[in-house]
């Protein structure tokens, strides 16, 4: 109930305060708070803690009473004029319909005025609830979009992890395939060494047996065998060293893009997690006018959807090189093991076959040696007889020259002179036959002694290329390398 003399002061609470622009400024009526009491002037002003003294003055306003009042201040009571008792000034005076339109006026300009500031005060709350109603929207609707983007990383960030995994395992397969290939080429040398210097001590062969047979030709292949497979294997080696590095770099991305991922989880998690009574919050000046985005959601999406994509692609090259190799090392080394038992069958048949071409000839020098031992026994046997005979010839010589001597008619060819005669023919007949006989022996030695050499020869020829091959190559071709380190394995 508004006292009179005085003016109704109210009192709110004190809220936030708001900026300049959100309520307008309201000018103080004159017409509601007049004072309608000359002797009280109006000293009080309302107080409205939220309203800013700049935009609000205090309402002081006295009335004049009549047209002929000396100021604008209102007569005071030492000033008052005095009271006039002259009808004659009674045109000064308002009338009564004056004064209760006057009242009335007042009235509803007061009320006018408390209808717009209860307007005023309904807008403003309802304004200031859908505002906060909005604020609280908007601020669950960042919330959400931030909690659908970290799960979208989420997502993201597992799948580069998987994917990680997978190709960290396969970088880690194909390095290991990698070095049993590298192994495997090492193995090929020996090997080819060995056929090599089997190669180099068969050209130590003599005479005859320096001959182009099935072992010289099996090892000849065998090093062209082991030259192929070592080729290939090169060839391979340099694909995978290819392939390696493009699985280390697609491996580096997604590492790269994972660690990136990390860092933006993190940080919009923390953002997903602020709210408004959380510490560090702040004001950023300008922030929200700096735009450092370098990408949109379907780039951002697209980005490491071709990081996966290249990865799986580098990976399935990776798998199927790697088959290559593991397919290579044992066909490499099913060929060289093949070549290797062929080149060691023929080694084995021709060493039993220039072990028995040894024994025969062996066989055949004995006997040799027995003949020409007869021979020379026959020789020195027909020598006897040659000279066994010299004597008898000499003993008819004797008696041919003695009975010369015979006197006149003694000298008579009678039976003992024509055997006589006889006998030295015969005698000399032996001789000859005997000495042909000497010769045809003589050469026969010959021949037998020439037989002789030559079997000596090629024994010891047979036993030249019996050491090579035997001895020699076959120690070797022992140390030729297993199938597990054909294939790499160590």
């Known amino acids: 109930m508004e006292l009179l003399g005085s003016t109704l002061t109210a009192t709110y609470a004190h809220p936030d305060p708001t900026p300049t622009n959100f309520l307008p400024a309201i000018s103080t009526m004159a017409s509601s708070y007049k004072n309608r009491f000359p002797h009280y002037s109006l000293t009080h ?7 800013p003294s700049t935009y609000y003055k205090v309402a002081s306003y006295s009335p004049t009473l009549a047209p002929l009042s ?4 209102g007569l005071s009571e030492n000033r008052m004029l005095p009271f006039v008792s002259n009808r004659t000034a009674l045109f000064t005076r308002y009338t009564p319909d004056d004064w209760y339109r006057s009242r009335l006026t007042n009235f509803k300009e007061s009320e006018s005025s408390r209808h717009n500031a209860e307007r005023l005060r309904v807008d403003t709350s309802r304004m200031i609830h859908d505002k906060d109603q909005q604020t609280r929207n908007t601020q669950s609707d960042t919330t959400k979009n931030i909690g659908e983007r970290v799960s979208d990383i989420g997502f993201w960030k597992s799948e580069l992890i998987h994917e990680l995994d997978e190709m960290i395992g396969e970088t880690n397969a194909f390095t290991d395939i990698k070095k049993r290939l590298e192994r495997a080429l090492i193995e090929t040398e020996a090997p080819l060494q060995v056929a090599q210097e089997c190669l180099f001590h068969r050209e130590k062969r003599m005479g005859i047996d320096l001959v182009h047979d099935e072992v010289e030709k099996q090892l000849l292949t065998e090093v062209d065998v082991i030259k192929s497979c070592h080729e290939r294997m090169r060839r391979y080696l340099e694909k995978g060293i290819a392939q390696l590095a493009s699985d280390r770099a697609a491996q580096h991305e997604l590492e790269k893009d994972l660690s990136d991922k990390q860092i933006a989880f993190r940080i919009d998690d923390k953002c997903h997690h602020l709210r408004n009574t959380s510490d560090g919050i702040g004001y950023y000046r ?3 006018r700096v735009d450092a985005t370098i990408s949109v959601p379907e780039s951002w999406a697209k980005f490491t959807d071709d990081n996966i994509l290249r990865s799986q692609s580098e990976r399935a090259a990776s798998a199927k090189l790697r ?12 060929e060289m093991w093949n070549q290797f038992n062929t080149v060691n069958v023929a080694f084995t048949n021709r060493i039993a076959e220039t072990a028995d071409a040894k024994n025969k000839i062996q066989v055949y020098l004995a006997k040799t ?8 026994m026959a020789l020195e046997a027909i020598r006897k007889s040659i000279r066994d005979k010299v004597t008898p010839l000499k003993v008819a010589h004797t008696r041919l020259d003695e009975r010369i001597r015979r006197p006149n008619v003694e000298l008579c060819r009678d039976t003992a002179q024509l055997r006589l005669v006889n006998e030295v023919h015969e005698i000399d007949d032996t001789i000859q036959s005997l000495q042909q006989r000497l010769r045809d022996a003589e050469d026969t030695l010959q021949a037998l002694v020439h037989s002789k050499t030559a079997l000596e020869h090629d024994l010891a020829v047979k036993a030249n290329s019996l050491f090579i091959d035997q001895e020699k190559c076959m120690g070797m071709r022992k140390s030729y390398p297993s199938t597990l380190r054909l294939v790499g394995y160590s």
């Open 45 to 51: 002003s309302l107080s409205l803690p939220w309203r």
């Open 70 to 73: 000396r100021g604008s201040e």
């Open 286 to 288: 300008g922030v929200e």
């Open 323 to 334: 088959n290559d190799i593991e397919n290579l090392l044992v066909v490499t080394a099913n």
């Open 369 to 376: 040696l027995q003949e020409l031992f007869q021979s020379e």
